[in-house]
């Protein structure tokens, strides 16, 4: 047992101090902490805490019943006084106690206990022992420190009896083609296998298995063999580096990257790692060396027009450490996109309020929220993280609901053919009457689609060709409420091969300047009763550049406030105005604490591109204030009704911005006879990827351009199913927008249960 008593105090003490000097903001510790500790400095919130806590005056006192906790109630929440701790604060206290970085393969229980200083909650010692035999443990110190004061964190990296249980598959995924390192599962996109190993295992992966994690890795002649493969395939348009994690063999990473970079047809580069969360020493170490190595490899990137992104995991809010914000931050001030992908578990991060925490966190930092998985992969030894859809479904809900709508994950299940997004590309039909605890899932894949390069996937027993074309798949899964199961969709053969006719060429121009000439929202969804003010969520209101004082202290009087939409003049407007009046708004703005986003929806970004000047943009990104403790990041909103108005130079304006940290995300109306067909929506989602343009929401209904123009040129239902459809089929995971309908109430993800659609939250 570690002796507290042989620390010195002071340094404890004056780590505390600096930490809530530098962190110690509502962003980083939550409102509710922060309105017991606050005050003009850390040593002023640290007194504070030790007089709320019942220790005034005596830090001593106050740091050693803090440890006693820790290694006393092992994993458990640290209350003192009743005001609880967050674990982001302790860690930097666990660093001085048990110092060190690194990771550590764990052979049984005796090195668990003592070398790491975990208390186990089972006696089982035996069987636990048979299950590090059979999934192997591996931990970092980051994560051992993460795990002694978060019950949340140990959840996911420390073994347990029960992944003994027999219940589940060995792999998920089937029908895949491998050729060495390659795994494909798309035609226009493959997966590079360049590592197994990880520096720490989750254990719910669901590549967990002994034999996975023992595989041979590849050497550098498989890394060329396998670009020589990319090569040669010209559909093939993005790469997902990953494993395994591929930052632990640098050499294969890098030869990978070079070779990719050589293929003009190869236009993104998805570098897969969640060693931001449990490793984050991998990129801090030897001054940032892998840090400063992907920024570099950035740049060359961009000098051939391609796109360099990173895809980390999160999961619950307890594992996101300042030094894991940092990293995400410098990434995306280098032009470097990070996206978040979180698997959905079973008591642990399966409450709306914690993923809220969590994203808005991740978000702040710079990062964009991609998927929520869910449920956990059903592998085996992973029942206890299992969930039902439904209750993933109804967190959806929440988020909508309590969370801004740039934060919001979509929900994605990767089937054993592909992955489906909810009740656009895919939906429950119906359980398998043959087999107790699997569903039937509608995919939108069809036989032609595998045909060239996995043909066998059609020979596999666990799927059915359905009436519309499409094949449905077994899964491993318990719906939830019977409700989700929506049953077969048929489509009549006189709808299967109808034909939209577009409007003539010149009405669709005359079309797109009238909408680039309007308002894009309707009236608040409450009244705010300030002019130029609308309330458009629970999280987001709109302003205009030239806003009073009185909108100034309406968003200051409100911490539901997340983001803050600037809405240009209609029309041209003049940029060194602009820029002037937005230093002077920001100014403002700048001391709102709970405010981290602020948007510029400015039209002329579509039609006149080359008005985004260098040095508009230099100033744009003066003013982007990424940070950790008090963000207030800039966004560019654009809207875009088709592909074709995109052009190089929105690229490489795009480029610039991104290089200054600033993001560019589209919106866009669904409009009868104009782009209500999958072809054209495929097109513009393909042609705002290649430009680096998140694709963000894609309307439905209930916009007043929708409203007037639908009403003659109505959009049948169906196409709306077959542009999603077609999109999950044939486009990246990154070019899916999320489908939208505009109600008085506020935004609604489309479901195919239109009862639903119905059910409208309060307003608040």
Same mark, same amino acid.
Not at 200 to 209: A, D, L, P, S, T
């Given at each position: 047992?570690?002796?507290?008593?042989?620390?010195?105090?002071t340094?404890?003490m004056?780590?505390?101090?600096?930490?809530?000097?530098?962190?110690g903001?509502?962003?980083?510790l939550?409102?509710?902490?922060?309105?017991?500790?606050?005050?003009?400095?850390?040593?002023?919130?640290?007194?504070?805490?030790?007089k709320? !806590?019942?220790?005034?005056?005596d830090?001593?006192?106050?740091?050693?019943?803090i440890?006693?906790m820790?290694?006393?109630?092992?994993?458990?929440?640290?209350?003192?006084?009743?005001?609880?701790?967050p674990?982001?604060?302790?860690?930097?206290l666990?660093?001085?106690i048990?110092?060190?970085?690194?990771y550590?393969?764990?052979?049984?229980i @005796?090195?668990? @206990?003592?070398?790491?200083?975990i208390?186990?909650?089972?006696?089982?010692?035996?069987?636990?022992?048979?299950?590090?035999?059979k999934?192997?443990?591996?931990l970092?110190?980051?994560?051992?420190r993460?795990?002694?004061?978060?019950?949340?964190v140990a959840?996911q990296?420390?073994?347990?009896?029960?992944?003994?249980d027999?219940?589940?598959?060995t792999?998920?995924?089937?029908?895949?083609?491998?050729?060495?390192?390659?795994?494909?599962?798309?035609?226009?996109?493959v997966?590079?296998?360049?590592?197994m190993?990880c520096p720490?295992?989750?254990?719910?992966?669901?590549?967990?298995?002994k034999?996975a994690?023992?595989?041979?890795?590849?050497?550098?002649?498989?890394?060329?063999?396998?670009?020589n493969?990319?090569?040669?395939?010209p559909l093939?348009?993005?790469?997902l580096?990953?494993?395994?994690?591929?930052?632990?063999?640098k050499?294969?990473l890098?030869?990978?990257i070079?070779?990719?970079?050589?293929?003009?047809?190869v236009?993104?580069?998805? %570098?897969a790692?969640?060693s931001?969360?449990?490793?984050?020493?991998?990129?801090?170490?030897?001054n940032?060396?892998?840090?400063n190595?992907?920024?570099?490899?950035?740049?060359?990137l961009?000098?051939?027009?391609?796109?360099?992104?990173?895809?980390?995991?999160?999961?619950?809010?307890?594992?996101?450490?300042?030094?894991?914000?940092?990293?995400?931050?410098?990434?995306?001030?280098?032009g470097?996109?990070?996206?978040?992908?979180t698997?959905?578990?079973?008591?642990?991060?399966?409450?709306?309020?914690?993923l809220?925490?969590?994203?808005?966190?991740?978000r702040?930092?710079?990062?964009?929220?991609?998927?929520?998985?869910?449920?956990?992969?059903?592998i085996h030894g992973n029942?206890?993280y299992?969930t039902? %859809?439904s209750?993933?479904?109804?967190?959806?809900?929440?988020?909508?609901?309590?969370? !801004?709508?740039?934060?919001?994950?979509?929900?994605c299940?990767a089937?054993?053919?592909?992955?489906?997004?909810?009740?656009?590309?895919?939906?429950? &039909?119906?359980? &398998?009457?043959?087999?107790?605890?699997?569903?039937w899932i509608?995919?939108p894949?069809?036989?032609?689609?595998f045909?060239s390069?996995a043909?066998?996937v059609?020979?596999? $027993?666990?799927?059915?060709?359905?009436?519309?074309?499409?094949?449905?798949?077994?899964?491993?899964a318990?719906q939830g409420?019977?409700?989700?199961?929506?049953?077969?969709?048929t489509?009549?053969?006189?709808?299967?091969?109808?034909?939209?006719?577009?409007?003539?060429?010149?009405?669709?121009?005359?079309?797109?300047?009238?909408?680039?000439?309007?308002? @894009?929202?309707?009236?608040?969804?409450?009244?705010?009763?300030?002019?130029? =003010?609308?309330?458009?969520?629970?999280t987001?209101?709109e302003?205009?550049?030239?806003?009073?004082?009185e909108?100034?202290?309406?968003?200051?009087?409100?911490?539901?406030?997340?983001?803050?939409?600037?809405?240009?003049?209609l029309?041209k407007?003049?940029?060194?105005?602009?820029?002037?009046?937005?230093k002077?708004?920001? =100014?403002k703005?700048?001391?709102?604490?709970?405010?981290?986003?602020? @948007?510029?929806?400015?039209?002329?970004?579509?039609?006149?591109?080359?008005?985004?000047? $260098?040095?508009?943009i230099?100033?744009?990104?003066?003013?982007n204030? %990424?940070d950790?403790?008090?963000?207030?990041?800039?966004?560019?909103e654009?809207?875009f009704?088709?592909?074709?108005?995109?052009?190089?130079n929105h690229?490489?304006?795009?480029?610039?911005l991104?290089?200054?940290?600033?993001s560019?995300?589209?919106?866009?109306p669904?409009?009868?006879?104009?782009?209500?067909?999958?072809?054209?929506?495929?097109e513009?989602?393909y042609?705002l990827r290649?430009?680096g343009?998140e694709?963000?929401h894609?309307?439905?209904?209930?916009?007043p351009?929708?409203?007037?123009?639908?009403?003659d040129?109505?959009?049948?239902?169906?196409?709306?199913? $077959?542009?999603?459809?077609?999109?999950?089929?044939?486009?990246?995971?990154?070019e899916?927008?999320?489908?939208?309908?505009?109600?008085? !109430?506020?935004?609604?993800?489309?479901d195919?249960?239109s009862?639903?659609?119905e059910?409208?939250w309060?307003?608040?």
């Open positions: 047992m570690i002796k507290i008593e042989k620390y010195d105090f340094i404890i004056d780590t505390m101090i600096d930490f809530l000097d530098n962190y903001s509502p962003t980083i939550g409102n509710k902490f922060y309105e017991i500790i606050k005050g003009k400095n850390g040593k002023n919130k640290f007194f504070n805490l030790l709320a !806590s019942g220790y005034h005056n830090p001593e006192g106050f740091f050693k019943e440890f006693h820790v290694f006393k109630t092992n994993n458990e929440k640290i209350k003192l006084n009743d005001i609880e701790l674990s982001i604060i302790l860690v930097p666990l660093e001085i048990i110092p060190g970085t690194g550590f393969s764990i052979k049984n @005796r090195e668990l @206990r003592q070398n790491f200083n208390e186990l909650k089972t006696k089982n010692f035996d069987d636990l022992n048979k299950v590090i035999e999934y192997p443990v591996r970092s110190k980051h994560i051992i993460q795990s002694m004061v978060s019950m949340n959840y990296y420390i073994p347990f009896v029960e992944e003994l027999s219940i589940g598959h792999n998920t995924w089937v029908g895949q083609f491998q050729d060495g390192l390659i795994e494909q599962m798309y035609p226009n996109r997966i590079f296998l360049l590592n190993t720490v295992y989750c254990r719910f992966c669901f590549r967990k298995h034999n994690r023992n595989e041979t890795p590849p050497g550098t002649k498989d890394v060329r063999k396998a670009v493969y990319v090569k040669r395939s093939i348009k993005e790469i580096i990953t494993g395994g994690d591929p930052f632990l063999n050499k294969n890098r030869i990978a070079d070779g990719l970079n050589s293929i003009d047809h236009k993104t580069l998805r %570098l790692t969640r931001i969360a449990y490793y984050p020493e991998l990129f801090l170490k030897n940032s060396s892998y840090l190595f992907l920024k570099d490899k950035n740049l060359e961009q000098e051939n027009n391609k796109i360099m992104e990173i895809a980390t995991h999160f999961v619950h809010p307890d594992e996101v450490s300042i030094e894991s914000l940092k990293i995400i931050t410098q990434l995306i001030k280098s470097i996109k990070v996206y978040v992908q698997p959905f578990l079973n008591n642990c991060n399966d409450r709306g309020d914690e809220v925490r969590l994203f808005t966190l991740l702040g930092a710079g990062a964009e929220i991609h998927y929520i998985f869910m449920p956990c992969s059903p029942s206890i299992w039902s %859809l209750r993933g479904i109804n967190i959806a809900k929440y988020l909508r609901k309590h969370l !801004s709508d740039r934060a919001i994950p979509k929900m299940t089937t054993p053919i592909g992955k489906i997004e909810w009740h656009s590309s895919g939906w429950v &039909v119906e359980k &398998v009457k043959e087999k107790q605890g699997f569903i509608r995919t894949y069809t036989p032609e689609f045909k390069f043909p066998d059609n020979k596999l $027993d666990n799927i059915r060709l359905n009436k519309e074309g499409t094949f449905d798949v077994q899964y491993m318990d409420e019977d409700s989700l199961c929506t049953g077969s969709r489509k009549p053969e006189k709808e299967k091969f109808k034909k939209i006719d577009l409007m003539p060429i010149r009405e669709i121009k005359a079309l797109k300047l009238q909408f680039y000439n309007e308002n @894009r929202f309707n009236d608040s969804i409450i009244a705010t009763n300030i002019k130029n =003010l609308k309330r458009l969520h629970k987001r209101v302003i205009n550049i030239n806003a009073k004082d909108v100034i202290k309406y968003i200051m009087s409100d911490k539901n406030i997340t983001d803050l939409i600037i809405s240009s003049n029309g407007i003049d940029f060194n105005t602009y820029i002037k009046d937005l002077i708004l920001i =100014l703005l700048r001391c709102i604490d709970h405010l981290n986003s602020i @948007r510029l929806r400015i039209l002329q970004f579509a039609f006149n591109i080359n008005a985004f000047s $260098d040095l508009f230099k100033d744009l990104g003066k003013l204030h %990424l950790i403790d008090n963000p207030l990041r800039i966004e560019i654009t809207w009704i088709t592909g074709e108005d995109i052009t190089e690229g490489e304006t795009v480029q610039k991104n290089n200054q940290g600033i560019v995300y589209c919106n866009t669904l409009l009868g006879r104009i782009n209500d067909t999958p072809d054209i929506i495929l513009l989602s042609a290649k430009v343009i694709f963000h894609l309307y439905i209904s209930g916009l351009i929708q409203t007037r123009w639908n009403k040129h109505l959009i049948d239902s169906a196409n709306i199913i $077959d542009i999603a459809s077609k999109v999950r089929a044939f486009g990246s995971g990154r899916i927008p999320q489908y939208i309908v505009l109600t008085p !109430s506020g935004e609604l993800d489309f195919l249960r009862s639903e659609l059910n409208l309060d307003r608040f």
